[in-house]
């Protein structure tokens, strides 16, 4: 019998405290990240970052988002900050699964554009320094995302509403976090609503955060320094330089691939794989065991937080 435990409003809450400090903390880091990379925020017509100023600010972020989530989990969720999806039991096997279930999405999103003339390859442009930069960038921007929307807002959903609505107010949140990007479309958005589905869904049968993590890096590394697309509307550097004949909704134009049909395809397929392999992973007998340590762990909530 699936374990059921909501706590009324406290997940909600607990998401909604979060905003003002998220804004305050995590922009002063963003900012002090700026002014180290050199980049000028006050400027509304600054140069776009380079690689490197972007890999410095999303460091900062980083660590303005550890910071404040540590703090919340402490003093707010009165949990550990590992009980975000740290356990290491699968560790191995979740990284190495999110790899190749991104690499393989990106790989045939690719051959499937190319092969209908819906994208050109060009050449190859090697540097090793810039994807070296990239590998770093996009492990960071994979932590700093899904320690946010997975570890924390979908883990407090959990408590507020049943697995599947949770999952699916969550990626509507990310899928609207990436409202402000470039080139930005309706298409881009739906896809990557259910690429939030994708990521999370493995967290509300595991709660662990290591397949979204490595699922998220491979998604956008290969995504962008391999294969050639923008991503979520950003570039910075492709090792498969290419070109569209014309940009069209099957791939997805200047916001790149997330913004196709094709990526619209195939997620969906990913997602009843994702499906198939996770929602087993803990048996009726573990469900038992985890609903009994819970019982007999003292519960530090106070019904005075409700909304």
Known sequence: MERKIYYGSRGVGNVLKMILPYLVIVG???ALGAWVAGYDLTTADAPAQNLEQAFI????SLLGNALLIGLFRRYVDRESFLSLGFQTTFLGKDLLIGIIVGFEVMFLGFMALTLTDQLDFITFQ?????LLLCLGFYIVVAFTEELLMRGYVLNNLLLSFDKYVALAISALLFSLMHGFNANFTLLGGINLFLAGILLGLSYIFTKNLWFPIALHFS???FQGPIFGFNVSGNNFYNLFLTEYSAP???NGGAFGFEGSIVCLFFQLIAILAVYVVFKDRFSPERERTLA???QSTPYYYDESTDL
Do not use: G, H, K, R
């Open 292 to 294: 009994l340590e819970e």
């Open 28 to 30: 002063a880091f963003q």
């Open 57 to 60: 600010i999303v460091f900062f």
């Open 126 to 130: 090697y540097s090793f320094a810039d």
């Open 219 to 221: 998604w956008n590394f």
């Open 248 to 250: 069209t909704i099957w």
